[in-house]
């Protein structure tokens, strides 16, 4: 085939099939920039299709040797159209969208049975702790270490423990440092029970019950004193998040409990990557609240003393957590 023969067919076969993979330079150039968010729902079904019709090109320029340089161009478009067509490529700000209103309160739903499982085991823990401090009083000290305690103890007066709900013992200058610390040592709590999950669960139910052992005996302490309602308003101001979030994550540790234990149609590590990702999701997004319910500790119920403020942000944090975690992202064949 002479030189002049095959310029000729080059010319004929790019002059045919161009304005398709002119069409498809422009579609990955705008995803590349912005993102597959950028494209039209048309321009979504035509991506593959131009791809593959690039594809073809590619493969008979190829078998017939056509010219090197339309060889090359051809060979660099599929290769940039391959990412934006399998690489699920995302900007930062399309990823955060989809996760916080679509995958997070998903995977939360998802875990619905978990969730009730590790829930009930700290709220047995608080009714088992109450009812015994309740009973007798040295009970407290069994549940509630020393350096945990600070002196809230039996032994301690009314007015000291009134004084710890309402007087500001830390320096406002520090209550960043101090809501940085509630988020780590809880982040840590709440990683534990996930972590444990692969002790087959006990673990984390055992860890979930000792919780609400903790819990149980505060409320009775301060149940007795006549300060009840007083230590709900200081502690569910933060605690609705808080406590969400370490039942969240005890609930991801039984995820993974139940794919080793009950593995069903798959092998083990396939079902452990399956829940992993579920649990994982919800876990995450668990972290995430106990970084809010830190702030809330160590700035806000540090600095507000007013009970109507307190039960104020109860309600708050409440409603917003049930409204998010049982609406938002709903609409999808999973729910």
Known sequence: MSQATSTLRSYAFR????????????????????????????????????????????????????????????????????????????????????????????????????????????????ITAYLLVAQDSDFFYTFVPNDYAGGRTPAASTEFLRSALYDNDHDTSHLSEFAGFLFSH??????????????FGIPVLYLMFTNGLTLGAFLALYGDRGLGLDLWAWLLPHGVTELFAVVLCGAGGLVLANALIFPGRHRRLQNLAIGGRVAGTAVLGAVIMFFIAGLIEGVFRQTVT???????????TATFWAYYFVWVGRGGQHD
């Open 186 to 199: 809880n982040a840590r709590i709440g990683m534990m029970a996930f972590a444990l999950g692969f002790a």
């Open 15 to 126: 002059s045919e099939r161009e304005p398709h993979w002119l069409e498809l330079e422009e579609l990955v150039e705008r995803v590349s920039k912005k993102g597959v968010g950028v494209l039209s729902a048309p321009e979504l079904a035509r991506l593959p299709v131009l791809y593959r019709s690039a594809l073809s090109s590619l493969s008979v320029a190829r078998s017939i040797s056509l010219d090197k340089n339309l060889v090359e161009y051809l060979e660099s478009l599929c290769a940039r159209s391959y990412l934006c067509v399998y690489g699920n490529k995302r900007h930062l700000r399309e990823a955060l969208v989809s996760y916080f209103f679509v995958s997070l309160p998903r995977a939360v739903r998802a875990l619905k049975w978990p969730l009730l499982i590790s829930a009930g085991c700290m709220v047995l823990g608080v």
């Open 306 to 316: 007013s009970v109507p403020w307190r039960w104020t942000v109860v309600g708050i």
